[in-house]
């Protein structure tokens, strides 16, 4: 099925209306992704949600990203369905500081509940505005934060793992 | 003439049969084990798969799987345990009555499968004592009753004094169990 | 006071019960404390992580193909579809285009397993309400789809099927043999099936109006697959971003009215047989494609024939760098979704240009269904809980992850 709206349209039609705030844009393929700054997110959710030609009206997807080098280290991700217009968005909003936060999209979206709460767990973004900020997969006695990039991958507390066979 | 189970060796007369205790009790028990399904992922729908009509569990005497653990012999960890998890598998483990007897299906119960990481216990034996395990990712519904059988012989092999000897206790010690 | 006073009297005492995480039935490890007054459920706090095995920090530390075992282990009760996700996925980002006849053999093995989840996810509603015939006979027929998924690659439930850019060895005549014999078996059994549950008038009692949700709460919390159909939207991944050439087939999308268990159980069933009408298309459309072609040709990321590995320098290069995972995969953001068993499952893949993804993410609808699950349950009874847990079709490997 074909979408009703291009990439062109709507980048048009957001930087319209929040003119620097959106930062960048990439369009290869064929969803567009658009950076944007991370005060203003659940304006433009909320502007994207009531827009009649718009009507993104369906959060797919939630979730963090580390990339340690650079100066806004954490990047928030969400991915956004207009089911009318079968039409897919990413946009991402780039975070930093000792305790990276960001604004809580539960107001919108009832699924970013838990997706955050996953982000949180994952990365330690604190989403301000979150009902019930808590630890959800891991154990909650857990004090560092697993998907960062300085995490090792295994158990630090193995005992039987030689190194001498795994080539270390 | 139908087979179902061989007799003890023992003297018999007319009426009476003379044999060792150790070997009757062995007998009862291992045709009547009663597991407890502690089925957690991708093993778990291979024992549904044993238990349903093709490979049919039950005709090894298992024919009332109990969840609840004080009514259960045989505990079978099928899935991968993570950290959060061990706790209740040990709780479980601790309800059950003696004589009680582990089985580990899956690389995962065994020893943390391929899953080597931060948040998964690797192999259960770091919290519970297990008799048997069972290797494959999942194993073939003949090789869980392959191990079922091999459970079968520890019961049915099993000296009465074995749960109150010093060596049991030794090995309960080791996981700060009584 | 006395007992007429204590029984009118305005203060209730609820209750807390613990269900789980060890379930009898096999769920899966997930945890709802509830307070129940009586029967009835006031509230409800759910606990995951039982089964947190930490796919995505793994999928960081592993190669493209290294990845498709754990694919594997998210919805495992069709984990080909979870494959050919991924694979599909990788090859959004290779730009890699794979032939007609591998996207039809895609499609039979993906519908297969999506038969093979629907058949455990209603045969165990019909064990939670006490119909433990239905199970039995079903799973005699899973056997088979068992066999055929054997055939194919070697493996019965988790199957790390086909490879980026098509399947691992062409399918030989049994695969096809197999492949009819289903095709005229199964149809007969699925009717009986059905003739157990639509109208019976105990399981009709015990599912119509449990675990309701309208459909602007279902879209909401982010519902999607035979969940946000039985509420009543046609939003089917296959339908609407098509993969795989499935807009070349002719199917229905069942849709239920009120998003109740029965609802969901009638839209699960319709789906089976809308899996059996575009197996039979994908099977007619194989067999007018040339039999040889099996996969893309994509020599720096599909192994060459051994044939080659021994006579030519390329072949033997490229040999060396797949098995030891040294191809680096072009810098790119995809996004792709697949219709799988419960629902729609994303993969979010942020590829730096190295060997192993720089971020992995996998977008489960099993999270997203626990996560509404207190509120469909609250104020219905416990046993009407059990039935909505087992109509969702929660996985407990997809739900952790």
Known sequence: MESTITNEVFLQKLTDKFGDAIISSVDDYGMLTVTADSSKNIEILNYLYDEPSLQVQFMTDLTGVHYPEQELAFCVVYHLHSLVNNYRVRFKFFIGGEIPTIASATSVYATANWMERETYDFFGIIFEGHPDLRRILNVDEMVAFPLRKEFPLEDPNRIDKKDYYFGR | ?178 | MSHIELANSEVKETTTLNLGPTHPATHGVFQNVLEVDGERIMSAEPTIGYIHRAFEKLAEHRPFYQITPITDRLNYCSSPINNLGWHMTVEKLLKLQTPKRVDYMRIVVMELARISDHLICNSILGVDTGAFTGFLYVFQQREKIYDIFEEICGARLTTNIGRIGGFERNWNENVFKKLDQFMIEFPKVWKEFEGLFNRSRIFMDRTIGTGPISAERALNYGFTGPNLRAAGVDYDVRVHTPYSSYEEFEFDIPVGQHGDTYDRFMVINGEVWESLKIIEQAIDKIKKEPADIYHAEASHVYLPKKKEVYTSMEALIYHFKIIMGEINAPAGEIYHAVEGGNGELGFYLISDGGRTPYRLHFRRPSFIYYQAYPEMIKGGLISDAIVTMSSLNVIAGELDA
């Open chain 2, 1 to 178: 003439m139908v087979n179902i189970e061989k007799a003890p060796e023992g003297i018999e007369g007319p009426g009476f049969m003379a044999t060792n205790l150790d070997q009757v009790i062995g007998l009862a028990r291992k045709n009547s084990l009663w597991p407890l399904p502690f089925a957690t992922s991708c093993c778990g729908i291979e024992f549904m798969a044993t238990m349903a009509s093709t490979y049919d569990f039950s005709r090894f005497g298992s024919e009332r799987p109990s969840f609840s653990p004080r009514q259960a012999d045989l505990l079978m960890v099928m899935g991968t345990i993570a950290k959060k998890m061990a706790p209740v598998l040990r709780q479980v483990y601790e309800q059950m009555a003696e004589p009680k007897w582990v089985i580990a299906v899956g690389a995962c119960a065994s020893s943390g499968g391929i899953f080597d990481t931060y948040s998964v216990l690797q192999g259960i034996d770091e919290v519970i004592p297990v008799d048997v395990y069972v290797p494959g990712c999942p194993p073939r519904p003949e090789q869980i009753i392959d191990g079922f059988l091999r459970i079968q012989d520890l019961a049915a092999n099993e000296p009465l004094t074995r749960r109150s000897s010093e060596e049991y206790k030794r090995l309960l010690a080791k996981y700060d169990m009584k």
